[in-house]
């Protein structure tokens, strides 16, 4: 299972991040795990106009174990 968060814009380092954190912090609100890296696609090529670009940030998850 994984989680993601989509936006739109360069790609850079900055909104990478910006986007995971935020990504993790609903991961961890929803009560479930985080498993490895979070990984960063970009689904249009260069010369796209920035506001067009279409990014996410995926992170696989583990459901909580119940007791």
Known sequence: MSAAVR???RWSASAYER????LLAAVEAAGLH???QP???RFDPPFTPWFLRHNEVVVDVA???QP
């Open 7 to 9: 936006y739109s814009g």
């Open 19 to 22: 986007h995971r954190d935020r």
């Open 34 to 36: 985080p498993v490895g």
């Open 39 to 41: 990984r960063w696609l």
């Open 63 to 65: 459901e909580p174990t």
